[in-house]
């Protein structure tokens, strides 16, 4: 296996800290961006930029079918979003297919590009109730993917077991804290940096900052 890295990356907060953790620990990084009729389509040009200024190849997939296939509160605009989890079901912020399909292209893209590291931002820790964040999915595609296109792929998850506030602390062991802070966007209402305190990414984001920053003191 070669050390090159394709991120799949959408310069939200895990994203970016994956991403800079991805060029600390590999010779060569590519970022690949998705445009899937999220209705927050600026982070799109929020990852270009925090690619740009990390000096990382980054392109972006035009994949809009994805926002036809399901009703979801993330590419349409007339639903108003799950502020908690239901019970039994997953929120309506869930796009069915998202990271299936994003993995699966990311393998081409990277298999293209020499790359035998595919790294994904999701975490099983700080559980969304989004069913292809967990371990189990994302160890089953890594061996449906290498059997599907005859290639070696590792699939890491640096955040797979880290909560928020442990993901805030690996972005700043990696120096990037007020990048992550200041210029990244995980709101799902679209407002970069602290976001809007209320949508579900932001409950998760904003406690575990806070978490972070007082158990630093």
Known sequence: MNNNALVVFSGGQDST???FWAIKKFDK??????????????EVEIARNIAAKAGVPFEVMHIPFIASLS???????????????PANTPP???????????????????ME?????????VSQTDFS???????SFIRSL???LNLALEHQFVIHTPLMWLDKAQTWELADNLGVLDVIRY??????????????????????????LELFLNNKK
Do not use: W
Request: proline residues 4%; aromatic residues 10%.
């Open 17 to 19: 800290t994956c991403l």
């Open 142 to 144: 890594n061996v449906t």
């Open 92 to 110: 309506n912020t869930f796009v069915p297919g998202r990271n299936l399909f994003f993995l699966s292209i990311a393998a081409v893209y990277a």
């Open 183 to 208: 210029e990244t966007l995980t709101c799902y209402n679209g407002i970069i940096g602290d976001g809007c305190g209320h949508c579900p990414a932001c409950k998760l984001r904003r406690p575990g």
């Open 129 to 135: 109730g989004y069913p292809d964040c967990r371990d």
């Open 113 to 121: 590009h020499d790359c035998d590291n595919l790294i994904t931002g």
């Open 29 to 42: 990084v590519y970022a690949l961006s998705f445009a899937y009729g999220q209705k927050h389509e600026n």
């Open 71 to 85: 009703k979801n509160s993330l590419t349409d605009s007339s639903m108003e979003m799950d502020q908690e989890k």
